[in-house]
């Protein structure tokens, strides 16, 4: 009797340890390694760079300026309820959204606390920190934005050789797309439309178009090494382009001295049209 309590015993302790580490070893995070790491600081350098310039309407020399008197930055990677990677940066009180395309992830989307707070200091950081942590923490780490990170900004230019292989990815699918189509056939537009496209970089995955005349700012998701195609995003500027953050993208955008010309296959227009 007492050796069948001591092996029932044995088993039971047995079964209490495996539960107590079994939870453990699930919770676990996925750590990024340090190759892996090193390009993710650069990416996430080049959103800032990025986001700075194409959405708050910075100059090149602002934010050249900005990253020589730049101070390191510590940054949290978190992941969030789909398995959604994210970095927040306490210094702005921002969330960038981080997208993988093939090996690396890139800045996706920005969450500006301080502006959806419209600068209320308070309400900003209680937002921002509500935020933070209903995410998992995955790594932290310390960033310094520098000068050289203004490469993002380098766009390429006629002669270039992704800059053909872009101009292609853009008129093939705007020539494709349905809201063009749509829109063209409402306005009674059978003539070719002039589009303005905003520099493109090796790397970001984003160009950002506007097509003359529509009250709409396009944003097109590529991958960079390739110049593959992934989708793409339309934004409203609205009736009242002053009060709409896409206008200060337009602007940039018509500036850039990039204009095509699209011709639409007339069939396709008439057939669409009421």
Known sequence: ???????????????????????????TAPQISGERMTRLELNIAHAIIWHLYWREGK???QIHKLAIESR??????RRGENDDLSVYLAEYQWKIDLTPIGSDYYGFYVEDFKALARNDATEAKRSYLEALNRETEITNGVLTLRPEH????????????????????VMTNLL????????????KVHGPLTVHVGGFSGQSPWIYYHVEGMPYVGMMLIDPSSGEFIHDDLQYIGDNPRESE?????????????????????????AESP
């Open 246 to 270: 896409y206008e200060v993208m337009r602007r940039k955008i018509d500036r850039s001295n990039i204009k095509l010309s699209l011709h639409p296959p007339t069939q396709t227009t008439k």
């Open 176 to 187: 494709d797309s349905r809201w063009l189509k749509k829109d063209m056939a409402a306005s």
């Open 1 to 27: 009797m007492k050796k069948q309590l001591s092996v029932l015993l044995a088993v039971l302790v047995l079964s209490a340890s495996h539960a107590v580490c079994a939870p453990q070893e699930a919770d």
């Open 150 to 169: 203004l490469s993002v900004l380098a766009f390429d230019k006629p002669g270039d050789r992704r800059y053909q292989l872009i101009v292609n990815v």
């Open 59 to 61: 100059t090149e020399a």
């Open 72 to 77: 390191p930055m510590p940054y949290t990677v």
